[in-house]
Protein backbone atom coordinates (compact mmCIF):
# COMPACT_ATOMS: atom_id res chain seq x y z
CA UNK A 1 0.00 0.00 0.00
CA UNK A 2 1.01 3.09 -0.95
CA UNK A 3 0.49 6.52 0.78
CA UNK A 4 -0.68 9.46 -0.64
CA UNK A 5 2.96 11.30 0.08
CA UNK A 6 5.31 8.95 -0.37
CA UNK A 7 7.35 9.17 -3.10
CA UNK A 8 7.69 5.65 -5.24
CA UNK A 9 11.32 4.44 -5.85
CA UNK A 10 11.16 1.50 -9.02
CA UNK A 11 13.78 -0.42 -7.88
CA UNK A 12 14.92 -2.81 -11.46
CA UNK A 13 17.65 -5.50 -10.02
CA UNK A 14 17.56 -8.89 -10.35
CA UNK A 15 19.88 -9.59 -7.87
CA UNK A 16 17.20 -10.21 -5.26
CA UNK A 17 19.10 -10.40 -1.93
CA UNK A 18 20.90 -6.68 -3.29
CA UNK A 19 16.81 -5.38 -4.27
CA UNK A 20 15.76 -6.70 -0.85
CA UNK A 21 18.14 -4.82 1.39
CA UNK A 22 17.66 -1.57 -1.25
CA UNK A 23 13.94 -1.45 -0.40
CA UNK A 24 14.89 -1.98 3.33
CA UNK A 25 16.65 1.13 3.58
CA UNK A 26 14.46 3.08 1.38
CA UNK A 27 11.58 2.10 3.45
CA UNK A 28 13.19 3.27 6.55
CA UNK A 29 13.72 6.63 4.44
CA UNK A 30 9.68 6.45 4.25
CA UNK A 31 9.75 5.80 0.40
CA UNK A 32 7.03 3.53 -1.44
CA UNK A 33 9.01 0.86 -3.16
CA UNK A 34 7.87 -0.94 -6.59
CA UNK A 35 10.17 -4.09 -7.68
CA UNK A 36 10.97 -5.37 -10.75
CA UNK A 37 13.37 -8.03 -11.47
CA UNK A 38 13.02 -8.60 -15.56
CA UNK A 39 14.21 -6.00 -17.97
CA UNK A 40 11.55 -6.88 -20.28
CA UNK A 41 8.49 -5.88 -18.20
CA UNK A 42 9.77 -1.87 -16.86
CA UNK A 43 9.07 0.22 -19.69
CA UNK A 44 5.01 -1.25 -19.65
CA UNK A 45 5.22 -1.03 -15.64
CA UNK A 46 6.55 2.75 -15.51
CA UNK A 47 3.97 3.59 -18.34
CA UNK A 48 1.18 2.29 -16.02
CA UNK A 49 2.93 3.48 -12.61
CA UNK A 50 5.11 6.27 -12.87
CA UNK A 51 7.32 6.24 -9.97
CA UNK A 52 9.04 9.45 -8.78
CA UNK A 53 12.61 7.56 -9.35
CA UNK A 54 14.00 4.71 -10.79
CA UNK A 55 17.09 2.69 -9.32
CA UNK A 56 17.99 0.32 -13.03
CA UNK A 57 20.08 -2.03 -12.93
CA UNK A 58 22.23 -2.40 -16.16
CA UNK A 59 22.78 -6.15 -16.44
CA UNK A 60 19.48 -7.23 -16.65
CA UNK A 61 17.22 -10.85 -17.94
CA UNK A 62 15.22 -10.12 -20.76
CA UNK A 63 16.35 -6.39 -21.25
CA UNK A 64 19.48 -4.70 -20.20
CA UNK A 65 19.37 -1.62 -18.45
CA UNK A 66 20.76 0.88 -21.84
CA UNK A 67 17.81 -0.20 -24.34
CA UNK A 68 15.45 0.35 -21.16
CA UNK A 69 16.62 3.77 -20.52
CA UNK A 70 16.71 4.64 -24.00
CA UNK A 71 13.23 3.76 -24.24
CA UNK A 72 12.30 5.55 -21.53
CA UNK A 73 14.10 8.79 -22.06
CA UNK A 74 11.38 8.83 -24.94
CA UNK A 75 8.92 10.03 -22.99
CA UNK A 76 9.67 10.53 -19.30
CA UNK A 77 12.13 12.43 -17.41
CA UNK A 78 12.14 10.94 -14.55
CA UNK A 79 15.05 10.42 -12.51
CA UNK A 80 17.07 7.25 -13.01
CA UNK A 81 20.26 6.14 -11.40
CA UNK A 82 21.96 3.11 -13.26
CA UNK A 83 23.79 0.92 -11.35
CA UNK A 84 26.55 -0.98 -12.80
CA UNK A 85 28.88 -3.35 -11.71
CA UNK A 86 31.73 -1.98 -12.61
CA UNK A 87 33.56 1.91 -12.57
CA UNK A 88 35.35 1.39 -15.97
CA UNK A 89 31.53 1.07 -17.34
CA UNK A 90 30.65 4.50 -16.09
CA UNK A 91 32.92 6.48 -18.49
CA UNK A 92 31.42 4.44 -21.60
CA UNK A 93 27.99 4.67 -20.39
CA UNK A 94 28.29 8.52 -20.27
CA UNK A 95 29.37 8.58 -23.46
CA UNK A 96 26.74 6.73 -24.97
CA UNK A 97 24.35 9.79 -23.53
CA UNK A 98 21.62 7.47 -22.42
CA UNK A 99 20.45 10.44 -19.82
CA UNK A 100 20.70 8.59 -16.73
CA UNK A 101 21.14 11.09 -14.02
CA UNK A 102 23.26 9.33 -11.59
CA UNK A 103 25.41 6.00 -11.36
CA UNK A 104 26.13 3.82 -8.79
CA UNK A 105 28.70 1.17 -8.78
CA UNK A 106 28.43 -2.31 -7.14
CA UNK A 107 29.34 -2.94 -4.41
CA UNK A 108 27.68 0.06 -2.52
CA UNK A 109 26.34 1.15 0.41
CA UNK A 110 22.74 1.32 0.65
CA UNK A 111 22.98 4.06 2.92
CA UNK A 112 25.23 6.06 0.03
CA UNK A 113 22.46 5.13 -2.50
CA UNK A 114 19.48 6.23 -0.26
CA UNK A 115 21.63 9.77 -0.17
CA UNK A 116 21.34 10.30 -3.75
CA UNK A 117 17.93 9.27 -4.12
CA UNK A 118 16.90 12.27 -2.04
CA UNK A 119 19.28 14.43 -3.96
CA UNK A 120 17.82 13.47 -6.95
CA UNK A 121 14.40 14.50 -5.76
CA UNK A 122 16.06 17.23 -4.48
CA UNK A 123 16.80 18.44 -7.76
CA UNK A 124 14.09 17.38 -9.42
CA UNK A 125 11.73 19.61 -6.99
CA UNK A 126 14.58 22.64 -7.30
CA UNK A 127 13.51 22.56 -11.41
CA UNK A 128 9.83 21.46 -10.98
CA UNK A 129 9.57 24.79 -8.25
CA UNK A 130 12.55 26.88 -8.56
CA UNK A 131 12.59 29.69 -6.19
CA UNK A 132 11.42 32.95 -6.78
CA UNK A 133 14.22 34.58 -6.58
CA UNK A 134 16.21 32.86 -8.95
CA UNK A 135 13.45 33.01 -11.84
CA UNK A 136 14.74 36.39 -13.16
CA UNK A 137 18.55 35.49 -12.88
CA UNK A 138 20.30 34.48 -16.33
CA UNK A 139 23.87 33.45 -16.42
CA UNK A 140 25.27 35.49 -19.48
CA UNK A 141 28.60 33.85 -21.42
CA UNK A 142 30.37 36.56 -23.17
CA UNK A 143 32.53 34.40 -25.35
CA UNK A 144 34.56 37.65 -26.44
CA UNK A 145 35.81 38.71 -23.73
CA UNK A 146 35.83 35.31 -21.79
CA UNK A 147 33.62 36.72 -19.28
CA UNK A 148 30.68 35.35 -17.06
CA UNK A 149 27.28 38.12 -15.80
CA UNK A 150 24.83 38.04 -14.04
CA UNK A 151 22.40 40.33 -13.02
CA UNK A 152 25.61 43.00 -13.63
CA UNK A 153 27.92 41.16 -11.55
CA UNK A 154 30.71 40.09 -13.97
CA UNK A 155 33.67 37.75 -13.61
CA UNK A 156 36.50 37.23 -15.57
CA UNK A 157 37.43 34.06 -16.77
CA UNK A 158 40.71 32.19 -17.95
CA UNK A 159 40.01 30.43 -21.45
CA UNK A 160 40.07 27.26 -19.69
CA UNK A 161 37.72 28.04 -17.70
CA UNK A 162 35.31 30.15 -19.91
CA UNK A 163 34.87 26.84 -22.36
CA UNK A 164 34.49 24.33 -19.10
CA UNK A 165 31.66 26.78 -17.66
CA UNK A 166 30.59 26.91 -21.67
CA UNK A 167 30.17 23.06 -22.04
CA UNK A 168 28.97 22.35 -18.59
CA UNK A 169 25.81 25.47 -19.07
CA UNK A 170 24.81 24.39 -22.48
CA UNK A 171 23.51 21.03 -21.36
CA UNK A 172 21.87 21.79 -17.49
CA UNK A 173 21.45 18.45 -15.91
CA UNK A 174 23.84 16.53 -17.94
CA UNK A 175 26.79 15.06 -16.60
CA UNK A 176 29.63 15.37 -18.07
CA UNK A 177 32.86 12.95 -17.17
CA UNK A 178 36.11 13.95 -16.48
CA UNK A 179 37.18 12.41 -20.00
CA UNK A 180 34.41 14.07 -21.84
CA UNK A 181 35.20 17.61 -20.39
CA UNK A 182 38.74 17.51 -21.70
CA UNK A 183 37.91 16.77 -25.02
CA UNK A 184 35.89 20.14 -24.89
CA UNK A 185 38.25 22.10 -23.10
CA UNK A 186 41.39 22.00 -25.35
CA UNK A 187 41.78 21.82 -29.44
CA UNK A 188 45.10 20.84 -29.34
CA UNK A 189 44.99 17.55 -28.49
CA UNK A 190 47.33 17.78 -25.67
CA UNK A 191 47.72 15.11 -22.94
CA UNK A 192 45.84 16.29 -19.80
CA UNK A 193 45.36 14.54 -16.43
CA UNK A 194 41.72 14.12 -14.88
CA UNK A 195 43.13 15.91 -12.16
CA UNK A 196 43.67 18.99 -14.29
CA UNK A 197 39.67 19.32 -14.67
CA UNK A 198 39.03 19.10 -10.96
CA UNK A 199 41.73 21.98 -10.58
CA UNK A 200 39.86 23.75 -12.91
CA UNK A 201 36.83 23.16 -11.62
CA UNK A 202 37.92 24.06 -7.98
CA UNK A 203 39.27 27.44 -9.17
CA UNK A 204 36.18 28.44 -11.68
CA UNK A 205 33.61 27.27 -8.82
CA UNK A 206 35.66 29.61 -6.46
CA UNK A 207 35.49 32.61 -8.73
CA UNK A 208 31.85 32.17 -9.09
CA UNK A 209 30.94 31.58 -5.47
CA UNK A 210 32.58 34.77 -4.96
CA UNK A 211 30.72 36.66 -7.61
CA UNK A 212 27.42 34.91 -7.33
CA UNK A 213 27.17 35.39 -3.21
CA UNK A 214 28.44 31.87 -2.44
CA UNK A 215 25.77 29.95 -5.40
CA UNK A 216 27.29 26.57 -6.54
CA UNK A 217 26.40 26.17 -9.84
CA UNK A 218 28.89 23.35 -10.81
CA UNK A 219 28.16 20.04 -9.18
CA UNK A 220 30.32 17.20 -8.63
CA UNK A 221 28.63 13.90 -8.88
CA UNK A 222 31.05 11.53 -7.53
CA UNK A 223 32.84 9.00 -9.18
CA UNK A 224 31.42 10.25 -12.14
CA UNK A 225 31.91 13.69 -13.03
CA UNK A 226 30.35 17.47 -13.04
CA UNK A 227 27.13 18.73 -14.13
CA UNK A 228 26.04 21.94 -14.10
CA UNK A 229 22.91 23.49 -12.56
CA UNK A 230 20.84 26.63 -12.86
CA UNK A 231 19.22 26.73 -9.33
CA1 LIG B 1 22.05 -7.65 -12.69
Given at each position: MHTASAKTVLIVEDEIALADVLEEYLRASSFAVDRL????AVVAHVRAHPPDLMLLD??????DGLDICRELRGFTTLPIIMIT?????IDRLLGLELGADDYVCKPFAPREVVARVKAQLRRVDMLTHPRQEMQQQTLYLDSDRYEARMDGQALRLTAVEFRLLDTLCRHPGHIFSRTRLIEHLYDDHRIVTERTVDTHVKNLRKKLAAAFA???FIESVYGVGYRFEPA
Amino acid sequence: MHTASAKTVLIVEDEIALADVLEEYLRASSFAVDRLADGEAVVAHVRAHPPDLMLLDLMLPGRDGLDICRELRGFTTLPIIMITARVEEIDRLLGLELGADDYVCKPFAPREVVARVKAQLRRVDMLTHPRQEMQQQTLYLDSDRYEARMDGQALRLTAVEFRLLDTLCRHPGHIFSRTRLIEHLYDDHRIVTERTVDTHVKNLRKKLAAAFAGRQFIESVYGVGYRFEPA
